[in-house]
């Protein structure tokens, strides 16, 4: 199905809507690039011009509901929480998602799928056509396209495969590794699934190629600093201490980034602020709804569908700026009455519910790597190699990263050095509804709920319609 879907849709849809007044900080070569509706695939790569919109085009196919602007997000928390987020919608897809009970036929876990492997297919096409571009453009482009395909590997590897687990094989099955374009029919061939390994294998493949060939500086699209992060969530998720402390410590003491004066204001920015190390860009004339849609519940905006339970806000500490709640809200507010990371929700469809102010605009730039997260890396990173009788990575101790990240949400500091649960609580408390959660608890081989760590139904079936149009595909045994 992923192959028929691609070769039906590949007038490569390259929607090249310019986002906003943000892509005139971009690079001089992307300035040149016109909008444009869709192109053959027998003209899209034949120009310097259409590749470098062909990539652009990619960028906007990240920004999915289907994939990163939204589902991804969603997968991760539902999948991950046993009782403090609450969905409160009548959509049965997610609601079948929070009770660890996915139909195989979920129309969701479909979409995710098949646009995923669509994107994957216009990066491929990108890397296949790089000799196209003038010299001086070729390892940027194929830097950035290496980035966001070892982004989207790294996201269907971990959803729809068992976890990987430190020190064993890995040889279960993750997604099929498809790393040629798919142009037409001949190109349609089925494609099994690679172990769990091997896909981690070509995510770090492809994050190291990545990081070597783009540069410092990027504008609003991936560098080699966002490699670098990147790379540090893969190895802090694989167990490799050592290089996820490496990576973080990269690029918190590269002085590109610094963390924005409160946790409320790392979002809902209409432009990449200081802290945000890659994100995806929306504006008033192209952008994704789906996160603040969800979470929101505010006046012309959000649905409220996803609440927070009252133990989940007792986990904060009273001065804790991330766990404040504003109760007193009004069925006129916007977000530009919250104040607060939590607020009751006031929108026409739910209100009443607690809300997160993470999501509160439809217009404004997604962050999906911020500086703080790369600070939690490394305290965890640091703390677990020294754990092991190893040294730590750079000068600074993990009490001094958590207490970084607990100064700027006013919590009180740690005197002494923090344990293992301190720190991993910490991270849930600056990184809570940002698609982390249940790749965490996965990681540190946690319970959710009554469900172990590895359990088959805190990943996502195969697309029953893949199923049945891929003989070499083979479903997962939790939902045969």
Same mark, same amino acid.
């Given at each position: ?228 992060? @990147?790379?540090?969530?893969? /190895?802090?998720?694989?167990? $490799? *201490?050592?290089?996820?402390? %490496?990576? #973080? =410590? ?50 012309? @905006?959000?649905?409220?569908? /996803?609440?927070?339970?009252? $133990? *989940?806000?007792?986990?904060? %500490?009273? #001065? =804790? ?160």
């Amino acid at each position: 199905m992923i192959e028929k879907h691609i070769m039906k849709t590949f007038k490569i849809q390259i929607l090249v809507l310019l986002m906003g007044a943000l892509f005139l900080h971009s690079c001089d070569d992307f300035l040149e690039v016109l909008p444009q509706e869709a192109m053959d695939a027998d003209e899209a790569l034949t120009t310097p011009e259409n590749v470098k919109a062909t990539l652009i085009g990619a960028y906007l196919e990240t920004r999915s509901r289907w994939t990163f602007g939204s589902q991804f997000n969603e997968y991760a928390e539902l999948l991950g929480t046993s009782g403090h987020l609450q969905h409160v919608g009548s959509h049965r897809q997610p609601q079948e998602m929070l009770e660890k009970n996915i139909a195989v036929n979920n129309s969701y876990v479909e979409s995710s799928w098949i646009i995923a492997y669509s994107l994957v297919n216009t990066l491929n096409n990108v890397i296949h056509a790089i000799d196209v571009l003038d010299e001086n453009d070729r390892d940027r482009v194929k830097g950035e396209a290496l980035f966001l395909r070892g982004m989207v590997y790294f996201e269907l590897t971990r959803l729809w495969g068992l976890p990987y687990v430190p020190g064993q094989t890995n040889d279960q099955p993750g997604v099929p590794l498809i790393l040629t374009p798919t142009l037409g029919a001949p190109d349609a061939l089925p494609v099994a699934r690679e172990t769990v390994a091997n896909c981690y294998q070509q995510v770090l493949l492809d994050l190291k190629d990545a990081k070597e060939l783009l540069p410092h500086s990027n504008g609003v699209f991936a560098d080699s600093f966002a490699a670098s992060a @990147l790379l540090s969530r893969v /190895y802090l998720q694989i167990g $490799d *201490f050592q290089r996820a402390a %490496e990576e #973080a =410590d990269h690029v918190i003491e590269s002085g590109h980034y610094q963390l924005n004066p409160t946790p409320f204001s790392a979002f809902n920015n209409p432009q990449p602020t200081q802290e945000d190390i890659f994100s995806l860009q929306n504006s008033l004339t192209s952008h994704t709804i789906w996160l603040p849609e969800r979470y929101g519940s505010l006046n012309g @905006l959000g649905r409220g569908d /996803y609440q927070f339970s009252n $133990d *989940f806000m007792e986990l904060f %500490e009273p #001065a =804790d700026l991330r766990g404040q709640l504003q109760e007193e809200t009004h069925t006129g507010y916007t977000l530009e009455n919250i104040h607060s990371m939590y607020y009751i929700g006031v929108g026409a469809i739910r209100s009443g519910g607690v809300n997160t102010a993470k999501w509160g605009n439809y217009y404004t730039a997604i962050p999906l790597i911020r500086l703080a997260e790369m600070y939690l890396t490394r305290a965890e990173a640091n703390y677990e190699l020294m754990d092991q009788g190893s040294a730590q990575v750079g000068a600074v101790s993990p009490k001094e990263d958590i207490n970084v990240i607990r100064s700027r949400a006013n919590a009180p500091l740690f005197d002494t050095a923090p344990g293992r649960d301190d720190i991993r609580l910490e991270r849930y408390f600056e990184l809570c509804w940002e698609g982390h959660r249940i790749h965490d608890l996965k990681r540190w081989q946690h319970h959710v709920g009554a469900y172990p760590f590895d359990a088959g139904n805190l990943i996502l079936p195969i697309p029953v319609r893949e199923i049945e149009t891929n003989p070499l595909l083979e479903q997962n045994p939790y939902y045969l």
